[in-house]
């Protein structure tokens, strides 16, 4: 698959994905989710879900439990808005890249200070 198609495709999953998180699943363990990236396979078997949460370690735990066992009605959700020949299974994962930027952030604020 080309690096353009594949692309297209994993944006695809995410418009879908953040859609339908941010209008809510019936888990109240997801809390305030935000979607960042999604990584799908060559062979659209699996998807790799990058996601962001707000809130303490606690918090983001119990989020991604709750998106993880809800994997497989979002995997439903993809197949009737996505036209593929197959629906990856998905894996949600946090996305620790904002947490790096606001360390990085504050390094440089303190540096600057000094």
Sequence with gaps: MTVDRMRRVNEALREVLSARIAAGLKDPRVGFVTVTSVDTSPDLQHARVYVSVLGSEEER???LEGLNSSAGYL???IGDEVRMKRTPTLRFVHDDSIDH???ISELLEDGEEK
């Design 61 to 63: 735990e119990e989020s």
């Design 75 to 77: 995997q439903a959700v």
């Design 101 to 103: 930027g606001f360390r």
